[in-house]
């Protein structure tokens, strides 16, 4: 009789990555939603936000993109300095 093959609870994983990518997803939102192009402040049309938050998403969510990022910000800290940096320059949120 062989061994009952031990059974994984990923619900804990799932709930975490839920979180984590509802974050990515509010970061993204905000920043579409106030974002301007070049330096006359053109405000793009809701249907050109639409392409770029969509454009975002599945960049997000395309895993060759999350190593390349992985490599540029191997560390969280230096990844969320960075974030802040943006910030300060009134690039993000």
Do not use: H
């Not at 392409?51 to 230096?78: E, K, M």
């Amino acid at each position: 009789m062989s061994e009952p093959t031990p059974t994984v609870d990923m619900t804990e994983g799932i709930e975490r990555r839920k979180t984590e990518w509802a974050a990515l997803d509010a970061v993204i939102q905000t920043y579409s939603d106030d974002y301007e192009y070049g330096e006359e402040g053109y405000t793009p049309s809701r249907i050109e936000l639409s392409i770029c938050y969509d454009f975002l998403q599945g960049l997000i969510a395309n895993d060759d993109f999350l190593a390349a990022i992985a490599q540029v910000y191997p560390v969280r800290s230096t990844f969320t300095a960075e974030i802040s940096r943006l910030k300060g320059e009134g690039r993000g949120s």
